[in-house]
């Protein structure tokens, strides 16, 4: 019978953030599929990882290697059940087919790096341009954290301030455990939205 479909969160991209089961992991994968970025984090492991440029090569590679019977490592980046490629792995295979993870996400780091312990909505501008979020449940939880990618995503995020209304601060938290990483206040100009970046949205006065 076909091994199941590692799909590894490799946490923001920091190798200090490397869970030891994910190293383990990948360890016992005789074949590793990820960015080139993620590949970097595993060192140890050189010559067996294939790197095609963007997710759904990837994901095409990990599932072709996987179908012919190989023992195949996904490498998907923070966790795998934030906005992560893992979810596109188990609409494929099914959940009995693929063994899960999980990493330390972007977001989570993000949120302790401004004291936050409490949970917050996320969701996507990464791709396409329409973003899902329900303003009940952000209002309820007190916080959204919206991953971002591609330049040109200030005016949605401009919109999500204006129906969230007064009192609530908004952060862009970009490059999480990298040595350029800086989380800054947004005070509504044009930003840069591009490359590794996350805005959050938190309700001020109530504490963490
Ligand atoms: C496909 S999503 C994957 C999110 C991932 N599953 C996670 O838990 O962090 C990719 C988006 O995550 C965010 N991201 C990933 N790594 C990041 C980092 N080190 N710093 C800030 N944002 C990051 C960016 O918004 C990026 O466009």
Redesign the pocket.
């Known amino acids: 019978m076909t091994e199941e479909l590692t799909v590894v ?1 490799c946490g ?2 920091h190798p200090d953030w490397v869970l030891p089961a994910a190293r383990l992991a990948v360890g016992r994968c005789r074949v590793v599929v990820g960015s080139a970025r993620l590949a970097s984090l595993f060192p140890e492991f050189p010559g067996r990882i294939g790197s095609p440029d963007g ?1 759904a090569a990837q994901l095409d590679l990990a599932l072709e290697l996987h179908a012919a019977g190989e023992r195949v490592a996904l490498l ?5 059940a ?4 893992a979810s596109k792995a188990v609409a494929c295979l099914g959940e009995k087919r693929c063994r899960l993870i999980p ?1 330390i ?3 989570q ?2 949120l302790a790096r401004v004291g936050r312990t409490r949970a917050v909505c996320t969701a ?1 501008l ?1 791709a396409p341009d329409r973003l899902d979020w329900n303003p009940a449940e952000v209002r309820r939880l007190g916080g959204l954290a919206v ?3 591609r330049p040109g995503l200030h005016p949605q995020l401009g919109r999500i301030r204006d129906e969230l209304g007064a009192g609530w601060r908004t952060s862009i ?6 040595e350029t990483e800086s989380v800054t206040t947004w005070d509504g100009g044009e930003i840069d939205t591009s490359g ?3 805005a959050l949205f938190l309700r001020e006065g109530e504490g963490p």
């Open positions: 969160g923001p991209g997710s998907v980046s923070g966790d795998t934030v906005c992560s490629l990493g996400s972007s977001v780091l993000a996507t990464h991953l971002l990618g938290a970009r490059d999480m455990a990298l590794l970046a996350i």
